[in-house]
């Protein structure tokens, strides 16, 4: 799960603000919302004001171990190209929401 658009509290400390990051990649054991602000506080040493989570088809790609967090340097691009997608290639696009939505079969 990736957490993204990180609004951290730095008490309008913009040198700060330009450090910390914007996305984050969350370890697999954390799932809840809840839990996820705890951790990004914890890790990263500041309280944040809230966070979005990425999107379902990065999360299944993670999941599957199509895609591994360590090479995700811009969640953004990632949304960005499946938006393309999305636009040039609908059913492409609808045949990868569909494989996301279902179980790998054995």
């Not at 059913?91 to 279902?102: A, E, I, P, Q, R």
């Amino acid at each position: 799960m990736i957490a993204k658009n990180i609004k951290w509290d730095t008490d309008g400390n913009s040198e700060l603000l330009d450090i910390l990051p914007k996305e984050v990649v969350i370890p697999n054991s954390i799932t809840d919302e809840d839990e996820i602000s705890d951790w990004l506080s914890d890790e990263y040493s500041f309280c944040h004001l809230g966070f979005d989570i990425a999107s379902d088809f990065t999360n299944w790609l993670i999941e599957t171990g199509y895609l591994d967090p360590e090479d995700i340097y811009d969640v953004m691009e990632i949304i960005q190209d499946l938006d393309k997608v999305k636009k040039v290639a609908p059913k492409f696009y609808n045949l990868l929401m569909c494989m996301c939505n279902s179980k790998e079969r054995v």
